[in-house]
C-alpha cells in the first residue's frame, strides 16, 4: 500500500526528497519516515500526525529534514537536506491508522511499511 521511491547516492551537504505513494486516503494516517543503517535498529526519521495535528522529527535531523504531505495525492515527502554521511540507510515510509501521539516516534506504532528506499551519503 505504501511505495517509497527517491533514494539515491549523494555527496555530502546535498539533498534529496524522498517520495511515498499510498494506495489509499492518508489523510486520517499517522505517516512517518524511518530509517535503518546495516547493523542498527530502525530509527524514528520523521511523522505527521494525521489530521494536521502536528509534525515530529528525530533529533538526529531536526533543522535539516522536512516532512510534508499532499492528502490530495495521497503522497507523503521528506525533503532532506544537508545531508551527512550518517545519513546513510534504507529510508521506510509507514503509515498508522490509530497511532496515539505517545508513540509517534515507535516502530510498532505503525500498521503499514514501504519497501524502502536507500540514501548513501559519501563524504
Known amino acids: 500500500q505504501l511505495q517509497a521511491s527517491g533514494g539515491g547516492s549523494v555527496q555530502a551537504g546535498g539533498s534529496l526528497r524522498l517520495s511515498c505513494a499510498a494506495s489509499?486516503?492518508?489523510?486520517?494516517?499517522?505517516v512517518a519516515w524511518f530509517r535503518q543503517a546495516p547493523g542498527k535498529e530502525r530509527e524514528f526519521v520523521a511523522a505527521?500526525?494525521?489530521?494536521?495535528?502536528?509534525?515530529y522529527y528525530g533529533d538526529s535531523v531536526k533543522g535539516r529534514f522536512t516532512i510534508s504531505r499532499d492528502n490530495a495525492k495521497n503522497t507523503v515527502y521528506v525533503q532532506m537536506n544537508s545531508l551527512k554521511p550518517e545519513d546513510t540507510a534504507v529510508y521506510y515510509c509507514a503509515a498508522g491508522t490509530s497511532l496515539v501521539l505517545s508513540r509517534v516516534r515507535q516502530v510498532d506504532g505503525y500498521n503499514y511499511w514501504g519497501q524502502g528506499t536507500q540514501v548513501t551519503v559519501s563524504s
Open positions: 489509499t486516503r492518508t489523510g486520517s494516517m499517522t
Open positions: 505527521a500526525f494525521r489530521w494536521s495535528g502536528g509534525i
